[in-house]
């Protein structure tokens, strides 16, 4: 069954992190997943609703599912949407969960700061190329960046990069590598991203799952400032 099926809405999620914290918002949105992905090698699994399935995909691919129709919504960092670009894609949503922030950081022993002030050429190693190119520039600094697409700690303490631009949520494993956060460049979060078209064509089971949605998001917020108190 192909997610043109008019009757079936398809929702992608990555494993992990955006998963995890997306079931909460599911379960409160009155949806449970009936498989759990860290046990089964399953890419689609059912839910307790008939005509709504989730779709396993890597993170990155999540704003490619939904842009081209694989997939009707999807959950995804604004780290990744940024990246991609959001074209064909309707954000309606704020879902406040994987919240971390992207940040510029460099090794204990580097002088980020001279180094920015004197105008110095910066070799940037990091896997958001779109993002660091944008934020330098707005800064005025020169970079050469290089594409990573993992373990960027490590290249500043092999001599690959000056400095990285990171997602950062403790800290804790920049400090592991010896690694100062020099500059944050924006928080991040996750999403909900839904297909343009298929908001169209399948309007009221995608409106009544987002209205699901934005309810079950206030609920969350309400209790977690209650619990502040
Ligand atoms: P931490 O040590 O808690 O600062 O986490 C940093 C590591 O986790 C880095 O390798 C990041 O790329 C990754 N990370 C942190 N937050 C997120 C997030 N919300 N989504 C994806 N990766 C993250």
């Known amino acids: 069954m192909s997610s043109q099926d008019r009757s079936m809405i398809t929702l992608a999620l990555s494993k992990g992190r955006i998963f995890d914290e997306t079931m909460p918002l599911l379960k409160a949105a009155g949806l449970d997943v009936l498989e ?21 995909v890597r993170a990155s691919d999540v704003p ?4 081209y129709g694989g997939a009707d919504l999807g959950v995804t960092g604004l780290d990744t949407l940024i990246e ?7 954000q309606p949503l704020d879902l406040q969960i994987a919240k971390c ?15 920015v002030k004197q105008g ?12 660091a190119r944008e934020f330098f520039a707005r800064k005025g600094v020169h970079v050469d960046l290089v594409k990573l697409y993992g373990s960027m700690e490590l290249a500043p303490l092999t001599g690959l990069a000056d400095a990285i631009v990171d997602l ?10 010896h690694l100062i956060e020099v500059e944050q460049i924006m928080p991040i979060s996750s999403r909900l ?13 995608i409106r009544e799952l987002l209205d699901a949605f934005v309810v079950a998001v206030n609920e969350r917020n309400s209790a977690l400032n209650e619990s502040a108190r």
């Open 36 to 56: 759990n992905p860290e046990h089964s090698r399953k890419l689609i699994l059912p839910t307790n609703r008939n005509n709504i399935r989730v779709v396993l």
């Open 64 to 67: 490619t599912y939904v842009q």
């Open 84 to 90: 991609h670009g959001s074209e064909g894609l309707y």
């Open 101 to 115: 922030r992207m940040s510029v950081a460099a090794h204990e022993a580097f002088d980020y700061a001279s180094a």
């Open 120 to 131: 110095s050429r910066l070799k940037i190693a990091t896997k958001y190329i779109n993002i």
């Open 168 to 177: 950062v949520s403790t800290g804790n494993t920049l400090k592991a590598n």
């Open 193 to 205: 991203v839904i297909n343009q078209a298929a908001l169209k064509l399948k309007q009221p089971l």
